[in-house]
């Protein structure tokens, strides 16, 4: 018979399930380290077989094509952390992008539509942070039914029977946004200027901090007094007005917007990128340097593919693989016990 001192109370150590042991020097190395590594040696496999790879014009090439994809995984990577999901953030793009363009297109100036934009784009995300926080939806029916509910109000009230919306010709200024500045596009700098943004406020201010908190354990937080539900509401808008930036950041890059892309997979690379480079979906894990490690891993791999004229349903066979093997991984490293499970107020 066991001692009283070896019988473990429910949720205690003893009485989770056990952790995956990996190799040695596997657990010496970050799930961002991995990343990177796995980089390298993707890239020094494509300079072998495509010629031109590591030209300095597909460098820069490749980091143009992973911006708008890098500015959304940042605000997917503050919900995520928080142990959240928001599949509606590529509405905020498309559907803020569009209500600028159409705004400017009716005669209102670049700063009147950009900041039509920006309310709809944080209309989005309160909302989505009231439901999940206040009505208890789970994030995944929340914001795929904001999702829909969004998408379908701004084709039937503001964008009409069209999908695709340009920049009218007196807004040329706007387009600059998608230019470059010494040789290197400005998207480039925009999503390099907004990583150190956020990983400043993740990692240095007091809500950053409650962010993790939130995610990592949402019970204890409750216990020690965070405001869990302002919290949410706030993660969920810092996403939506991030995706919105990306958006225009897109619209000024393609000199339109189709609003079609809320329909697409995008969300899904988000949160492939998100997920591989290390924020786990259990919450409370991963950050900038997170996403940077995702982006780039999918930017050479989709960049060395679309050099090797694959085609789309291979890119997608392949992107599919990657996704499964990520959250596995996730898993594996962050397995899920009694006390990660509970779900705070």
Not at 82 to 100: F, K, N, T
Not at 112 to 123: E, N, P, R, S
Request: aromatic share 6%; glycine share 12%.
């Amino acid at each position: 018979m066991p001692s009283e001192t070896e019988i473990e109370a429910p949720g205690t150590v003893a009485s989770r399930q056990p952790r995956v042991e990996l190799p040695h020097r596997l657990k010496q190395l970050s799930q961002e380290q991995i990343v990177l590594i796995t980089t390298v040696c993707l890239a020094a496999a494509f300079t072998i077989l495509v010629p031109g790879f590591a030209s300095i014009k597909n460098m820069l090439t490749l980091l143009n094509g992973i911006s708008v994809l890098g500015i959304l995984s940042l605000g997917a990577a503050i919900v995520i952390i928080g142990r959240g999901l928001d599949i509606s953030q590529v509405a905020s793009l498309a559907i803020g992008a569009a209500l600028a363009a159409v705004v400017m297109r009716d005669g209102g100036s670049i700063a009147w539509g950009v900041t039509c934009g920006f309310a709809v784009a944080l209309g989005i995300g309160v909302i989505n942070g009231m439901v999940i926080a206040f009505v208890e939806v789970p994030p995944l029916f929340a914001t795929l039914a904001t999702n829909l509910l969004m998408y379908g109000l701004a084709q039937n009230f503001i964008i009409g029977s069209t999908y695709l919306v340009y920049i009218p010709g007196h807004a040329k200024a706007f387009l600059e946004l998608g230019g470059s500045v010494a040789g290197v596009p400005l998207p480039v700098l925009i999503f390099v200027g907004l990583a150190l943004i956020v990983h400043l406020f993740l990692s240095r201010t007091r809500l950053g901090r409650f962010i993790y908190a939130h995610g990592d354990n949402p019970e204890a937080a409750r216990l020690s007094g965070l405001p869990l539900r302002p919290l949410t509401v706030l993660e969920y808008s810092l996403c939506a007005v991030i995706g919105y930036l990306a958006g225009l950041v897109l619209m000024a890059t393609l000199s339109s917007i189709d609003t079609q892309i809320v329909m697409g997979t995008e969300i899904f690379n988000v949160i492939l990128v998100a997920v591989l480079g290390g924020v786990s979906l259990v919450g409370g894990r991963g950050g900038v340097l997170s996403v940077i490690a995702g982006c780039l891993l999918i930017g050479v791999l989709l960049n060395g593919m679309t050099l090797l004229n694959m085609s789309d349903d291979a890119q997608n066979v392949f992107r599919g693989l990657v996704l499964l093997a990520a959250i596995v991984c996730d898993n594996r490293l962050h397995p899920r016990d009694e006390e990660t499970a509970r779900q705070g107020d």
